[in-house]
């Protein structure tokens, strides 16, 4: 779909959401969803299909990886997952017009069977690709300091044992990421558990499980991350579905120093491309972008070999600005990136504008048509394709194959 209906059709549905869920619903039913139909091509145009091969060649025989699906879930025959109730309430009208987003992208009909059916819609995606493996994260709670779990502020839960049984049902495309919060009583035993089962990647968000990265209290998480070969995908960078400026910061790039300085592994999800954290380094407290940080991080040459960057979300609007120019221009960081879809916010149409990335000269208007014909078809594919294709606007730089493939 072109750039102005798409456009017109994000409006039109916020309008909706605003006027209540029964005309949310009618909307989705009257205009459908992306992906309703991944296994067709027959409808892409012969320039669409051109950009396609060229972006997945490199993976017919080598799949690809994505670090970043999330899972999301409501308790369905007792996986233990669950959402907070303010996402589901019109009382909460910010919040609940956040996860309508959320569970149309994800494919989610009927509330209380969340998990079967965004389970069920990602494969079919995903197989209908078939060049790609995925990491499907589980998300621990909040936590307080005292290591307690914080109900009240936790907004989605899925437990590690949910998606170790997700993935080894679905073996061809899936892996089990695990999420532990460092502050439990019993982290270091569940990360052993995760480890015994096959887990080789922790997912933190620590803006949204209040933990900081920088606290002693994790020292000892990181001593068994590292003695296990472990590796930590956190979140760096803001996170827009927290409103707490104290948390906010523990997404501060440079507190996840300590990982590193205890030979952790760390991959920096979004290339922390959002945002502005504390200059620890700077006794005035000034306040300097995230991505700046991140910089610093990669910059470090104690941290070669350790600090690497996701590129999740960096062509989303809003960070397709110079953390994308620059990362496609930094050929020398190329072979410490990673990526991540971020799965389900390729399929939530307002968060791409490929028509503002031929604008900035990522992409030409031909290549802007065609991906969003492909998005249309297969937005989780999309997301693979529209970074294979994109280039700096001056060097012509991409991003190469290896940035694709698991490390």
């Given at each position: 779909?072109?750039?102005?209906?798409?456009?017109?059709?994000?409006?039109?549905?916020?309008?909706?959401?605003?006027?209540?869920?029964?005309?949310?619903?009618?909307?989705?039913?009257?205009?459908?969803?992306?992906?309703?139909?991944?296994?067709?091509?027959?409808?892409?145009?012969?320039?669409?299909?051109?950009?396609?091969?060229?972006?997945?060649?490199?993976?017919?025989?080598?799949?690809?990886?994505?670090?970043?699906?999330?899972?999301?879930?409501?308790?369905?025959?007792?996986?233990?997952?669950?959402?907070?109730?303010?996402?589901?309430?019109?009382?909460?009208?910010?919040?609940?017009?956040?996860?309508?987003?959320?569970?149309?992208?994800?494919?989610?009909?009927?509330?209380?069977?969340?998990?079967?059916?965004?389970?069920?819609?990602?494969?079919?995606?995903?197989?209908?690709?078939?060049?790609?493996?995925?990491?499907?994260?589980?998300?621990?709670?909040?936590?307080?300091?005292?290591?307690?779990?914080?109900?009240?502020?936790?907004?989605?839960?899925?437990?590690?044992?949910?998606?170790?049984?997700?993935?080894?049902?679905?073996?061809?495309?899936?892996?089990?990421?695990?999420?532990?919060?460092?502050?439990?009583?019993?982290?270091?035993?569940e990360l052993e558990r995760c480890a015994a089962a096959?887990?080789?990647?922790?997912?933190?968000?620590?803006?949204?499980?209040?933990?900081?990265?920088?606290?002693?209290?994790?020292?000892?998480?990181?001593?068994?991350?590292?003695?296990?070969?472990?590796?930590?995908?956190?979140?760096?960078?803001?996170?827009?579905?927290?409103?707490?400026?104290?948390?906010?910061?523990?997404?501060?790039?440079?507190?996840?120093?300590?990982?590193?300085?205890?030979?952790?592994?760390?991959?920096?999800?979004?290339?922390?491309?959002?945002?502005?954290?504390?200059?620890?380094?700077?006794?005035?407290?000034?306040?300097?972008?995230?991505?700046?940080?991140?910089?610093?991080?990669?910059?470090?040459?104690?941290?070669?070999?350790?600090?690497?960057?996701?590129?999740?979300?960096?062509?989303?609007?809003?960070?397709?600005?110079?953390?994308?120019?620059?990362?496609?221009?930094?050929?020398?960081?190329?072979?410490?990136?990673?990526?991540?879809?971020?799965?389900?916010?390729?399929?939530?149409?307002?968060?791409?504008?490929?028509?503002?990335?031929?604008?900035?000269?990522?992409?030409?208007?031909?290549?802007?048509?065609?991906?969003?014909?492909?998005?249309?078809?297969?937005?989780?594919?999309?997301?693979?394709?529209?970074?294979?294709?994109?280039?700096?606007?001056?060097?012509?730089?991409?991003?190469?194959?290896?940035?694709?493939?698991?490390?």
């Amino acid at each position: 779909m072109s750039q102005r209906p798409r456009r017109v059709l994000t409006v039109l549905a916020v309008v909706l959401v605003l006027l209540g869920g029964g005309a949310w619903f009618a909307f989705e039913s009257a205009i459908g969803r992306p992906g309703e139909s991944p296994e067709d091509l027959s409808g892409l145009s012969p320039r669409a299909r051109e950009i396609l091969e060229v972006a997945i060649a490199d993976f017919r025989a080598d799949p690809a990886f994505d670090h970043h699906v999330h899972t999301v879930g409501t308790g369905e025959k007792g996986s233990g997952a669950r959402i907070s109730p303010r996402f589901l309430s019109w009382l909460h009208p910010k919040q609940h017009v956040q996860f309508l987003a959320y569970q149309r992208a994800f494919g989610i009909e009927d509330i209380a069977r969340a998990e079967s059916q965004s389970a069920t819609h990602f494969l079919r995606l995903a197989r209908a690709a078939g060049v790609s493996r995925h990491g499907a994260m589980a998300f621990d709670a909040f936590h307080r300091p005292d290591g307690s779990v914080d109900e009240a502020d936790t907004e989605f839960y899925v437990p590690n044992e949910h998606v170790e049984a997700l993935a080894r049902a679905n073996a061809d495309v899936l892996v089990a990421v695990a999420s532990i919060h460092p502050y439990r009583t019993d982290a270091v035993a569940e990360l052993e558990r995760c480890a015994a089962a096959g887990t080789r990647i922790v997912k933190w968000l620590p803006n949204a499980m209040g933990m900081d990265p920088a606290d002693p209290r994790c020292d000892a998480f990181y001593a068994a991350l590292a003695r296990l070969g472990m590796t930590l995908l956190s979140h760096a960078g803001e996170e827009q579905a927290v409103e707490s400026e104290t948390t906010q910061e523990y997404g501060n790039p440079l507190r996840l120093r300590r990982a590193l300085d205890a030979g952790v592994r760390v991959y920096f999800g979004h290339c922390a491309s959002l945002g502005e954290g504390l200059d620890l380094d700077d006794p005035t407290g000034k306040r300097v972008d995230s991505f700046d940080l991140f910089l610093r991080v990669m910059d470090d040459p104690r941290y070669v070999g350790r600090a690497f960057g996701e590129i999740s979300a960096l062509t989303q609007t809003g960070r397709s600005g110079r953390p994308l120019a620059t990362m496609l221009a930094r050929t020398d960081l190329h072979e410490r990136l990673v990526n991540g879809s971020d799965w389900p916010l390729p399929a939530i149409d307002a968060l791409f504008r490929t028509g503002e990335l031929a604008d900035l000269g990522y992409l030409t208007t031909e290549e802007a048509r065609a991906l969003d014909e492909i998005w249309a078809v297969n937005p989780l594919l999309f997301d693979l394709v529209l970074k294979r294709t994109v280039k700096h606007p001056t060097m012509r730089t991409g991003f190469p194959a290896s940035v694709f493939r698991a490390r």
